[in-house]
């Protein structure tokens, strides 16, 4: 049973940091791109970062130089830190686990609550 477990979405003010993480199961990890994305009220859900087994990053430009995704190979975790929170980043993040190869193994989260206020 593959099972994508996200945990660390706040109440935060602008400026503010904070770390999401994702535990994964039930996947060979090292087969996955590990990927978080968001989704605002009224909006459609969108590409934030996302992290390849050894490490190639890819970044939304809206979040270029204040997040950072990571990858825990060793816990089949992956991480996303946020830096220098603003307004906008309001939105319910998702972990995502895609197949390097196959397309119809992408797997999704139940999501975690970031919500930016001043």
């Known amino acids: 049973q593959v099972e994508l477990e996200e945990s660390g979405g706040d109440l935060m003010q602008p400026g503010g940091s904070l770390r999401l993480s994702c535990a994964a199961s039930?996947?060979?990890?090292?087969?996955?791109?590990m990927g978080w994305y968001r989704q605002a009220p009224g909006k459609q859900r969108e590409l934030v970062a996302r992290a390849t087994y050894y490490g190639t990053t890819t970044y939304a430009d809206s979040v270029k130089g204040r997040f950072t995704i990571s990858r825990d190979n060793a816990k089949n975790t992956v991480y996303l830190q946020m830096n220098g929170l603003k307004l906008e980043d309001t939105a319910v993040y998702y972990c995502?686990?895609?197949?390097?190869?196959?397309?119809?193994?992408?797997?999704w989260g139940q999501g975690t609550q970031v919500t930016v206020s001043s």
């Open positions: 995502n686990a895609r197949h390097i190869r196959l397309a119809q193994s992408d797997y």
């Open positions: 039930g996947i060979i990890f090292n087969f996955y791109t």
